[in-house]
């Protein structure tokens, strides 16, 4: 499938920044399921690219006195597959990925939550579990956990609030799977992307957020399942960047020195051509 995505992220300021430093990962790669014959990345200064701790490929650039309004633009087109399988040879070792992170600590809940998920009662009996049946299994418990809803959680959100909740976002979903999967004694990574909805073509569902796991830690075997659709990834994902949680993943993070009063609108578009 060829798709053409155009993302526009828009910061407004009451008070201009005096000075501004940025990171974004806004960079889709050539790799398993996916093909990126051209890509940009614009803000109105210089670009410096760089490889993050987790293997992502990133920009940077610093502002004087950029103004009271920024517009960051990433676009180009990106040609997918039906591939949520990858080996990453050249990743940080799976096991720090089993460690929990800010967004992904365990607490009973999710613990409990794991455990019915598989049926089982002990993380040794899930080590031999780590399948795509059971991996969509854990999903869609996942998801009668925590329904999907707009708009009841925010940013900094961790996986135990939104369990508690019972609703979120992406966001939320993926968390609450990755901190389950850590629980049950699987390395599992969160992975910020976009996604084409063919029934519902949306902006806001545009950006999105799914999980991997690793079903072969000697080999270095990733399975990506998208826990918000209870499938494993295919054709209408588009992969961004992959870390311990959503902390690793944000598109645009960085420092100012002044820039009182800011705003932030994003919009996305992708289509099929």
């Not at 806001?204 to 990506?224: I, M, T």
Request: glycine share 8%; hydrophobic share 40%.
């Amino acid at each position: 499938m060829k798709l053409r995505i155009a993302h526009r992220t828009v910061y407004r300021y009451r008070d201009p920044p005096r000075h501004l430093v940025q990171t974004l990962r806004l960079t889709p790669v050539d790799s398993p399921g996916q093909r990126v014959p051209h890509w940009s990345v614009t803000t109105g200064a210089e670009l410096w690219r760089e490889v993050d701790t987790w293997g992502n490929v990133c920009h940077g650039h610093t502002l004087e006195r950029p103004g009271r309004v920024l517009v960051i633009d990433a676009a180009g087109d990106v040609d997918t597959s039906a591939a949520p399988e990858r080996v990453d040879y050249r990743g940080v070792a799976p096991e720090l990925y089993q460690r929990p992170s800010p967004f992904t600590v365990a607490d009973p809940a999710i613990v409990a939550l794991g455990r019915a998920g598989l049926q089982v009662t002990s993380a040794r009996e899930a080590s031999r579990l780590a399948d795509a049946p059971h991996l969509l299994a854990l999903a869609d418990q996942v998801c009668r956990a925590v329904s999907y809803r707009a708009g009841v959680t925010h940013a900094a959100t961790t996986a135990a609030q939104a369990l508690h909740g019972g609703a979120g976002v992406c966001q939320d979903q993926a968390h609450v799977y990755i901190a389950a999967c850590r629980s049950l004694g699987w390395a599992a990574r969160y992975v910020s992307g976009y996604f084409l909805s063919l029934d519902r073509p949306s902006p806001v569902l545009a950006s999105h957020a799914w999980a991997e796991v690793c079903v072969a830690p000697a080999e270095r075997r990733w399975l990506a399942v998208d826990v918000t659709h209870g499938c494993l990834t295919d054709e209408r994902h588009v992969r961004l960047a992959h870390g311990p949680d959503y902390g690793a993943c944000l598109p645009v993070r960085g420092v100012r020195v002044g820039g009182d009063g800011e705003t932030l609108d994003v919009d996305i578009r992708i289509s099929r051509i």
